[in-house]
């Protein structure tokens, strides 16, 4: 996502005793799959990412199970449920639950540094409505969201994998499109954004082509206006001022 930062924290290695306790972020998994939602990064778990995993991480981290997700019971509350798929550092993630507190988030990444740094926001901003699994996106929406369950779901910025050759790395493929529009309840939506024009009309391409989603944007090119929710982040902030573009795509699930 565009919003990685290194934080100003002392950095400290994942194996260390400031870590996460094994279990709290997988350190390894196997995806035997066509369809993967991440490609695992290196990185440093900073003091300040550690001491959220250990203050923050039994209460807001979700552990994947092969069986369906009790969102009233993790979240001690009947809310719409809103899937988030990679959300980097978490700028973005926080920003938007502060925004839409009627709402719960559900955000899967497998980045220990950028989930740390997410538990680090709930902590410091009291959000409530978040909940991470740290786990394969795909496997989730397999095991644990049944059709209709979500009310939304986010994927911003995803890798575009520049290179003609790596575009079947690209998170936005039909077959994960499908199984996201299966999991929204009718009405509901998905919304995509990317600063990387050849991927953004890909996902247009994509997204129109699935049958049980259907566009929202009122203008002839098909992109949407970026939602209210939605902030800027530091990094789109610079690409703008640098001329580069942004595009939302907003689709909502067609009626039963």
Known sequence: ?????????SQVPPSSSSSPAAGAAPADVAHPR???TFVRRA?????GQAKAYAQWGETYLVPYAPTPFDAPAAFGRSAPLVLEIGFGMGEATAHIAGTLPDINFLCCEVHEPGIGALLKRIGEQNLTNIRICPHDAVEVLDHMLP??????????????????????????QPPLVHKLAQRLAPGGYLHCATDWQPYAEQMLEVLSAEPLL????????????????????????????????????VFHRRPS
Not at 43 to 47: K, S
Request: no cysteine.
């Open 1 to 9: 996502m565009s919003d990685s930062q290194t934080s100003p924290d």
């Open 34 to 36: 066509a369809i993967r």
């Open 43 to 47: 990185g440093r778990v900073t003091t």
């Open 147 to 172: 059709p209709g369950s979500l009310h939304g779901v986010h994927i911003f910025f995803p890798d575009p994998w520049h290179k003609t050759r790596h575009h079947k790395r690209r998170l936005i």
């Open 214 to 249: 259907a566009n929202t944007s009122p203008h002839p090119d098909g992109y949407a206006d970026k939602p209210h929710y939605r902030p800027l982040t530091k990094f789109e902030k610079r690409g703008l001022r640098l001329g580069h573009g942004v595009w939302d795509l």
